[in-house]
């Protein structure tokens, strides 16, 4: 894409013309990583720098407008049981500003062109490998060492194709930035099979699409907030199936995933599938 320079922030050098590979940026949260979840996920949006920008200024306006400090999936969904007024900016609220407030939060992400990622790993099958084959799957180096410490889970092959989600569905030649939110028993899992997943294919152009990864925190981060908005109301559809979503939820649903509600999920018959295909010479 050429762009003549300009004063803005966007491209970097005035007066001169620049190729610009476009760029989005991917952010994503999980969902499911408790003891005794049937499914874990990752999940979140990717979209262009200018989509983020306006989706952050509109995403802050809704939260001014009800005098809430970020959006916390846990804090809303169970605004009724927690009592505490510093854990609960929701606290008393009536039913229908509740559901004003929630419904502007989904006109929010209607509204921009982000764009749906992730994928939902099914956690006993993927427990029903051995310690060897969980590392062949997840993309993760298996070390005697870390056998206890480092044992992979759900969540790190959950990362890996949430990672092929965003490749396959976003433009060829797409700079991908992937930002997880914080989270101190998996960023540094993640880290590893983002890196090993560039390191095992370096003449794939596609898996070199990849260009970072990093971290942030949610209440700072309009996008870390959408994304775990998302992860939950997908862990709780897995969950609970189809059926059992009243008309409410399965608008919602609907708005979360843009229609998209064929996101990918890892299955037993996924996983031997993809295991037989790892294990190739």
């Known amino acids: 894409m050429r762009l003549s320079g300009s004063k803005g922030e966007y491209p970097y050098h005035e007066g001169k013309h620049l190729i610009v590979a476009t760029r989005e940026f991917v952010w994503t949260d999980e969902s499911g ?9 990752v999940a979140g949006y ?16 809704v939260l001014g407008q009800y005098g809430v400090g970020a959006f916390h999936s846990n804090q809303y969904f169970n605004r009724k049981q927690i009592k505490d007024p510093k854990r609960n900016p929701y606290l008393n609220w009536p039913d229908k500003k509740a ?15 982000i764009y749906p990622v992730g994928c939902a790993v099914e956690v006993p099958a993927f427990e029903a490998y051995s310690y060897e084959d969980r590392c062949v799957l997840a993309g993760y180096a298996a070390k005697a060492s870390r056998r206890k410490s480092r044992d992979p889970v759900p969540y790190h092959l959950a990362f890996r194709l949430m990672l092929a989600d965003a490749i396959k569905t976003a433009a060829p030649g797409t700079e ?3 930002i997880i939110a914080e989270q101190t028993e998996y960023q540094q899992r993640a880290g590893e099979v983002y890196t090993l997943t560039k390191q095992l294919a370096p003449d794939d152009p596609r898996i070199q699409q990849l260009k970072s990864f990093g971290m942030g925190d949610p209440k700072d981060k309009p996008a870390l907030q959408a994304a775990d908005l998302f992860a939950g109301r997908w862990y709780n559809y897995l969950v609970r199936g ?5 008309r409410e939820n399965e608008i919602a649903l609907n708005i979360l995933t843009h229609k998209r509600l ?15 295909e790892l294990r190739q010479p």
């Open 242 to 246: 189809r059926q059992r979503l009243n």
């Open 176 to 178: 991908l930035h992937i």
């Open 46 to 61: 990717r979209a262009s720098p200018g989509q983020w920008k306006r989706f952050d200024s509109e995403w802050q306006a």
């Open 33 to 41: 990583t408790h003891s005794g979840s049937a499914w874990c996920l």
């Open 262 to 276: 064929d996101m990918p999920t890892c299955r037993a018959t996924n996983m031997k599938a993809m295991f037989a």
């Open 99 to 113: 559901a004003s407030y929630f419904g502007d939060l989904l006109g929010v992400i209607k509204g921009r062109k």
